[in-house]
């Protein structure tokens, strides 16, 4: 009978050692800069089809997907707005969120070059953006940054705020 009990105790504290409390994000690319959503804001992933009513190339069109339009953003174009592309980024994935704008729900896609991952990060690493950086910074429409501090030699991981690319949408 001890030995039950002292086998289920250390059991017990070994998987809550283990367990240290984590957020689970999908980690993406977008010009060759590291970005991330929480997995609970990603309905979907999927293969990128054609993007409608974009004739212009501004970077918003639609996509049809069960039997509804999804709002496409080509969020290279909001997120590094000063960025000069090289050459045209080919997408082949899309990322369906479904997104609140104040008055309704909306779904929006982000189309990315490659499938995410998915990953576990301690909310100890998720650090907000200094406040000069988000207004004067290079890169728009993010509110956090992670930093893996046990390999400080990685590159930085930059939360998505999906309701900052809607705001900007709204904005003449």
């Keep these: 009978m001890a030995l039950t009990a002292s086998l289920k105790s250390r059991r017990k504290s070994r998987t809550t050692a283990e ?30 089809t054609t993007i409608h009513g974009d004739p212009a190339g501004r970077g918003i069109g ?18 590094l707005p000063h960025n000069l592309p090289i050459k045209k980024t ?9 997104a609140t704008d104040m008055t309704h729900l909306e779904l929006l896609g982000i189309p990315i070059q490659a499938p995410p991952q998915l990953i576990r990060i301690n909310p100890e690493a ?12 290079n890169i728009h429409c993010v509110s956090t940054l992670m930093m893996d ?9 930059f939360m998505i ?12």
């Design 19 to 48: 367990q240290a409390p984590t957020q689970r994000l999908l980690q993406f690319e977008i010009a060759q800069q590291q970005f991330a959503l929480p997995i609970t804001q990603v309905l979907k992933i999927i293969p990128l």
């Design 62 to 79: 639609l996509v049809h997907y069960q039997q509804q339009e999804v709002l496409v953003i080509d969020v290279e174009n909001v997120l």
């Design 90 to 98: 080919i997408y082949q994935f899309l990322l369906i969120l479904q």
């Design 126 to 137: 998720i650090t907000p953006l200094p406040t000069h950086y988000r207004s004067l910074g």
């Design 149 to 157: 501090t046990q390999a400080p030699n990685t590159q930085p991981l």
């Design 161 to 172: 705020d999906v309701n900052q690319i809607f705001s900007g949408l709204n904005q003449p």
